[in-house]
């Protein structure tokens, strides 16, 4: 097909690498998990009500930032003041006690979004890897509650290695692992900037996965193709 992305129109296919969070797993089902089993543990809980205007107002605050892949831009503890300021909570004293308790329960709500068990299938008639910013500690529990680590061929976790999405070096660890070129390589994920710019700068062909309905005319590499969850990106590379 004539509009089909190159990576498709390729019979050199070899090599699927995938992101980990908001592409396979869940990440707004997980931190909505924690933090809300966080907030009912908190010594003076605040009234549900509270509580859902306040998750409201820290998924604006973190969309926001997850768009522009911004995470270093401030820490945790002032994004929670200015939730709890924003929905109107004057006592910011909790703050630490909130992020204390979203670390203890950080592994409630953890799950899969549709589609990523049959990307995980699709994935394994190639070569792959896992490729994922974050810590080694919350990063592999994620991968094991997932049984992740029983299903991807290879995986690379930014702090084991000292290397960040976007930068190329962990693209390129990843087609060093698979053999791959470039060429015969696809990159999935829900970042423009981390996973899609990252493999673009590389040439892998690059799926994105774009949920949220962002916008593409600010990408430095614009993606090969736009999907809106993880079973189109299945689709796509059956089709391969």
Not at 223 to 229: F, G, L, Q, R
């Amino acid at each position: 097909m004539k509009d089909r992305p190159r990576f498709i129109r390729s019979t050199r296919l070899k090599a699927v690498f995938i992101d980990l969070d908001d592409t396979l797993a869940d990440e707004a089902t997980h931190m909505h998990g924690a933090y809300s089993e966080s907030f009912r543990q908190l010594e003076s809980p605040l009234p549900a009500r509270i509580v859902a205007n306040v998750l409201r107002e820290y998924d604006v605050i973190v969309t926001d930032i997850y768009r522009r892949n911004a995470w270093d831009e401030n820490p945790r503890e002032q994004r929670w003041a200015r939730a709890l300021t924003n929905a109107g909570v004057s006592d910011l004293s909790m703050v630490d006690e909130l992020i204390a308790g979203y670390f203890r329960n950080y592994y409630e709500g953890v799950c899969f979004l549709p589609g990523a068990e049959r990307l995980l299938d699709t994935a394994s008639q190639f070569g792959n890897c896992l490729i994922t910013n974050g810590t080694t500690e919350y990063q592999w529990g994620k991968i094991r509650k997932l049984g992740l680590d029983g299903r991807i061929d290879h995986i690379l976790v930014s702090e084991d290695i000292g290397i960040r999405k976007p930068d190329p070096r962990i693209f390129q660890r990843a087609l060093d692992l698979t053999g791959a070129e470039p060429a015969e390589a696809v990159m999935i994920g829900d970042s423009l900037q981390a996973d899609i710019a990252g493999a673009g700068a590389l040439r892998i062909g690059t799926i994105w996965i774009n949920g949220r309905g962002f916008s593409v005319e600010d990408a430095r590499h614009p993606p090969d193709a736009i999907v809106t969850n993880p079973g189109e990106a299945a689709e796509l590379i059956e089709s391969a």
